[in-house]
Each structure stands twice: as structure tokens, then as C-alpha cells.
């Protein structure tokens, strides 16, 4: 029951399983995220998230800092990455959010 009423998922892995599991509506990623030239690192694996975002047709919307992303969700941390679950009650927001970020 608890996982019908869940609009949203933070982190890269919950990210991941969300759309591998064709849950996510949209993903929502913050775009000073921290460079990480290594091999795995921050950036393979985010560029990673775009790519099975993107054949999954999945909106990728890149907006706000880590910090105020954090802030928006109403968590006293940074965040990344958010994936939406469920967008019902802003549907036309979120239209033309998408359009916006084409």
C-alpha cells in the first residue's frame, strides 16, 4: 500500500531500479554535481542514468542545485537525482515542465 502512495525516490541506485522497473515519469538532475574523472566514478554512472533514462523515454530535466533540490523536498541535505513516481495533481505542470526542458 505504501508503495502506491510513493511520489518520489532520491539517489542513483533507487533512480535506477525505478526506471529499469518502468516506474519513473521523470528525473529530475542537478547539474553541478561533483566531477569524478575515475573509472565507475560519479560521472560514468550518471551519464549511465541519462542513457536508460533516455531509452526508456524517460524525461530528463535538469534544474536547481544539489543543495536546493534538497531544500525543495524539505531534507537538510544535498541531493542528486530525484525520480518521480507519480506526478498526479501537477500533471499539467510537469507537460509543460518537459516542454521546457526540450
Known sequence: KYAKLKRFCVGLREA???ITRKKCKGLVVAPNLEVSTLEGG???TVEE??????????????????????????????????????????????????????
Open 49 to 102: 542514468l541519462i542513457e536508460l533514462a533516455r531509452e526508456n523515454e524517460v524525461p530528463v530535466i535538469f534544474a536547481l542545485s544539489r543543495n536546493r533540490i534538497g531544500k525543495a523536498l524539505g531534507k537538510s541535505i544535498r541531493l542528486s537525482i530525484v525520480a518521480l513516481h507519480s506526478v498526479d495533481g501537477v500533471h499539467q505542470q510537469f507537460k509543460e515542465l518537459v516542454k521546457l526542458a526540450e
Open 42 to 44: 560519479l560521472d560514468d
Open 16 to 18: 535506477k531500479r525505478a
